[in-house]
């Protein structure tokens, strides 16, 4: 099983990744982003919550996210090729959740890739995004908190999988291809060792 977490600031593109990524290797795409704005679009209850949080640019709990994710794992973990995680963990609380839920049935997780992008570059695409995609989080106010909770909550997660020899950098790259390629080869080398 390949399981992969895709880091990175908001706006480094790690839904463009996790689904050039997905076409390659057949991996399940898991977006906590994805899945709080469906529960927003349908009206339920943690819908509704999340809402509240998602458009000042604050994180949702970790307990509802890891429900969350503990449900949709458990729905493919016996089906499919392995797993992309994309916006999640954001907390080494939620990190230290995923581990436990991949060893609980014997697998484990194979790396982090960091998606390493210029602040003044998210800013940009970030606007440029909420130009189309009509999210309540793509306005400047909301981005700016959105880069500080990442910088204060998130960033720390590096450390953590740093430290347990999961951790990879995804950097000096320009476009959407350089970044995939460089992605590809990072794979390779964790499944073949070269
Ligand atoms: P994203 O689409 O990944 O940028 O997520 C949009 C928003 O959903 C974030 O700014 C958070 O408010 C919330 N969210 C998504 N994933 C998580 C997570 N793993 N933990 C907490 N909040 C999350």
Do not use: W
């Not at 959740?97 to 890739?113: H, N, Q, R």
Request: aromatic share 8%; with cysteine; glycine share 8%.
């Amino acid at each position: 099983m390949l399981n992969i977490v895709i880091f990175g600031a908001p706006g480094s593109g790690k839904g463009t990744q996790s689904e050039l990524i997905v076409k390659k290797y057949n991996l399940v795409h898991l977006s906590t982003g994805d899945m709080l704005r469906d529960e927003i679009a349908r009206g339920t209850d943690i819908g509704r919550f999340a809402d509240t949080l998602i458009s000042k640019g604050n994180l949702v709990p970790d307990d509802l996210i890891i429900k969350m994710i503990c449900a949709k794992i458990d729905e493919r973990k016996g089906n499919c090729n392995g797993f992309i995680f994309d916006g999640f963990p954001r907390t080494v609380a939620q990190a230290e959740a995923l581990d436990a839920l991949l060893a609980s049935f014997g697998k484990k997780l194979t790396l982090m890739l960091d998606l390493r992008v210029e602040e003044p570059l998210l800013i940009e695409r970030l606007l440029k995004r909420g130009e189309t995609s009509h999210r309540a989080d793509d306005n400047l106010e909301v981005i700016k908190k959105r880069l500080q909770v990442y910088h204060e909550v998130t960033m720390p997660v590096i450390e953590f999988y740093k430290s347990t020899g999961r951790y990879v950098a995804v950097e000096n790259c320009t476009t959407v291809e350089e970044y995939f390629q460089s992605i590809v080869q990072l794979i390779e080398f964790s499944i073949c060792g070269f």
